[in-house]
């Protein structure tokens, strides 16, 4: 890659960036934070970065609030020390859920969280697995929005597993859901799911399909509590299914998440790095595939001005190789 590019990462996307880093062959740019005492943050940049192309790695996964100020608060660092252009590599965008205004005085939070990303100095925004594919409407500059079913289920093609069904736990993930089961070849299954309010709490009501005497690949966007995973792997036990294993593209589960999880049918958990989770890292459950060889491919498109869309239909194999981060196998 040329000189003027510069890799930068926020406190919580340093482990994200590195790989993207390794990957690209390039160092990561010298930067620090500095957490005072009232919880405010100070962020400077150590190195020049004037005239440069800016890549700024960043999720907004386990600390929300925080990691969202500490974007903004980069953003305008580098516009206020001349950088060429900034574009916002969010591996996980945290305020998606909040993408629509579905009842009285609320806020579409997503949209807020856009329009201040932009206020603040981006240029583009490279995302993946958004909850809500529309929100890249919410911003007036570009959204690459990647997807990360085709390295997972490179993964779990690793375990060799056959006499498989690919399980939606809602019909809002369907679409999905067909998407994972064309790249395996397989058919689809999908939950019946009720949500009443905001506790993270949701009711798996029916499932609609056959898995009886079947294998289960349950996939989802993320799961923050773990109880619709827990709920629909044991739906889908009782439906007569034989082994279940489940798919994420980010893991934001916290440690009552995880033992839900850990108390479930299912066998496996597969997700991403998009976030850096030490408690499902702890948990012989979950393993890690890495998409940041996928978004270092993106970045280099991007600052090579070719297209980036084609990785949706067409990813190195190179990228496949590198995405390996965990020797776990199933007994």
Request: charged share 25%.
């Amino acid at each position: 890659m040329a000189g003027d590019i510069k890799i930068f990462a926020g406190q919580s996307g340093k482990t994200f960036a590195t790989r993207i880093c390794d990957y690209l062959g390039v160092q990561l740019g010298q930067s620090e934070v500095i957490q005072f005492s009232d919880g405010n943050l100070f962020v400077r940049i150590q190195e020049t970065v004037r005239d440069k192309e800016v890549f700024l790695v960043q999720p907004i996964g386990l600390k929300p609030n925080d990691e969202f100020v500490e974007i903004l608060f980069w953003l305008d660092a580098f516009k206020r020390a001349s950088a060429n252009s900034v574009t916002a590599v969010i591996p996980y965008f945290g305020y998606a859920k909040g993408d629509k205004k579905d009842e009285p005085r609320v806020s579409i939070r997503a949209r807020v969280c856009a329009e201040a990303i932009e206020l603040a100095g981006a240029d583009r925004v490279v995302t993946m697995d958004l909850h809500s594919p529309q929100i890249q409407g919410f911003f007036k500059r570009p959204v690459d929005h990647l997807i990360a079913s085709p390295i997972l289920c490179a993964a779990f093609k690793r375990f060799a597993i056959e006499n498989f069904v690919v399980v939606s736990p809602d019909p809002g993930f369907a679409k999905q859901a067909r998407k994972y089961a064309s790249q395996l070849g397989v058919s689809v299954a999908i939950g019946d799911k009720i949500r009443t309010g905001h506790d993270e709490r949701a009711s798996v009501l029916e499932l609609i399909g056959d898995v009886a005497g079947k294998n289960a690949l349950i996939v989802d966007d993320f799961s923050t509590s773990g109880g619709t995973l827990a709920d629909i792997a044991r739906m889908v036990r009782e439906k007569g299914a034989n082994r279940i294993f489940a798919a994420l593209s980010h893991v934001l589960l916290d440690a009552k998440g995880v033992a839900r999880i850990e108390d479930s049918p299912i066998e496996l958990v597969i997700g991403t790095d998009t976030v850096i989770n030490e408690h499902a890292q702890a948990s012989a459950k979950f393993v890690t595939t890495s998409v940041a060889p996928l978004f270092a491919e993106a970045l280099n498109r991007i600052h090579h001005s070719d297209s980036v869309s084609s990785l949706f239909d067409d990813i190195p194999e190179k990228v496949f190789a590198h995405a390996v981060l965990d020797a776990k196998v199933l007994s």
